[in-house]
């Protein structure tokens, strides 16, 4: 099915660890999005890439990079995990520009836990 | 910079009750409002949105919002809810019109809504 891809579903480290996570869309949109998802604190924006070439931060960057791959994908990184990033995180991609959908598709969401 | 607020953090409601969850935005230009739908366990989905025209929405099952600028406002309504509308409902903001310059949606904080039968 058409939709937004995050792989993987579920992962546990181990504080200093790193690791990918990796998004991927087959819709063509223009525009990709990661976020975090925290009980109490809604989902908040971590970096963006408004079109293939360029990412920018959102609301939460600090300790994260990421790497806008091709249109289809978008990778976030996690060069050293720390506690406090044990989060459910969510990708999601629109179709930036125009007014027929200024709606977001999501990714079913990766749930980490830094140990 | 923009912000949304979601008053009710949580909401209990039984069965055929009437549904009325607070959103209120800041930002002073053109915004585009939305209200998401996330189910136990599953991903956010879109329940409507509002870009311009008619400020009573209409979204899927049954949910509509009213878009009331001079309040600032974009609340979520349901006549009667059931069982399986327990779930958490965000509202978010993008500014600018047009998506703006990069589309991005600023979200609440979110409201857990739970129906019981």
């Known amino acids: 099915n058409a939709g937004v891809t995050q792989t993987p579903k579920f992962q546990v480290l181990k504080t200093g660890q790193s690791m990918t996570l990796q998004c991927a869309q087959d819709?063509?949109?223009?525009?990709m999005y990661w976020y975090r998802q925290d009980p109490g604190m809604g989902l908040r924006l971590i970096y963006y890439?408004?079109?293939?070439?360029?990412?920018d931060k959102g609301e939460v960057p600090n300790g994260y990079n990421v790497s806008r791959l091709n249109k289809r994908e978008f990778s976030l990184r996690l060069e050293s995990a720390a506690p406090s990033q044990t989060s459910v995180y969510f990708c999601?991609?629109?179709?930036?520009?125009?007014?027929?959908?200024?709606?977001?598709?999501f990714g079913s969401g990766t749930r980490l836990t830094v140990v | 910079a923009q912000s949304v607020s979601q008053h009710n953090h949580h909401v209990i409601l039984s069965e055929a009750a009437s549904l009325e969850l607070g959103c209120n935005y800041s930002?002073?230009?053109?915004?585009?409002l939305f209200w998401y739908v996330q189910y136990p366990g599953q991903h956010l989905q879109l329940l409507l949105k509002?870009?311009?025209?008619?400020?009573l929405v209409k979204g899927i099952k049954g949910f509509e919002a009213e878009f009331i600028k001079s309040k600032f406002s974009f609340n979520l309504r349901k006549p009667s809810v059931q069982w399986s509308d327990t779930a958490e409902y965000f509202c978010?903001?993008?500014?600018?019109?047009?998506?703006?310059?990069?589309?991005?949606?600023?979200f609440g904080t979110g409201t857990l809504l739970a129906v019981q039968p």
């Open positions: 978010a903001v993008n500014a600018g019109g047009y998506g703006g310059a990069t589309n991005k949606l600023i």
């Open positions: 930002y002073g230009g053109t915004v585009n």
């Open positions: 509002y870009f311009s025209g008619d400020p």
């Open positions: 890439s408004a079109s293939e070439g360029t990412t």
């Open positions: 999601a991609s629109s179709e930036a520009g125009t007014q027929r959908n200024y709606g977001y598709t």
């Open positions: 819709m063509n949109h223009n525009s």
